[in-house]
Nanobody, 126 residues
């Protein structure tokens, strides 16, 4: 059974930093990503990393968030810096094993991923 387990969420003041982790089951994925969902809003893509090690970021987090992967530890990370109150949301790790290529905006589309973690809450206070 493929499982993704997030950790590292919490409460922080604006301008602070957090690092989210996503432990995988040791499977190889063609793409992995971080998504977030605030109350009353749709789930949105935050950052993605692909089998060719390219990365992509949502405009809202570019320059502040960094996605990375440690294959030896089977763990995906999201380093978040200069956090803003608008970053408050539940953050989800996601993955997909399909060899189907995704390009452009599809790289951060939720339906391009079919394996999801349970989420971890990030709250940024002003």
């Amino acid at each position: 059974q493929v499982q993704l387990v997030e950790s590292g969420g919490g409460s922080v003041q604006a301008g602070g930093s957090l690092r989210l982790s996503c432990a995988t089951s040791g499977y190889t994925f063609s793409r992995m990503g971080w998504f977030r969902q605030a109350p009353g809003k749709a789930r949105e893509g935050v950052a993605g990393i692909f089998s060719d090690y390219t990365t992509t970021y949502a405009d809202a987090v570019k320059g502040r968030f960094t996605i990375s992967k440690d294959n030896a530890k089977n763990t995906l990370y999201l380093q978040m810096s200069s956090l803003k109150p608008e970053d408050t949301a539940a953050y989800y790790c996601a993955a997909d094993r399909s060899t189907r290529m995704v390009i452009g905006s599809r790289r951060l589309a939720p339906d391009s991923y079919n394996i999801w973690g349970q989420g971890t809450q990030v709250t940024v206070s002003s």
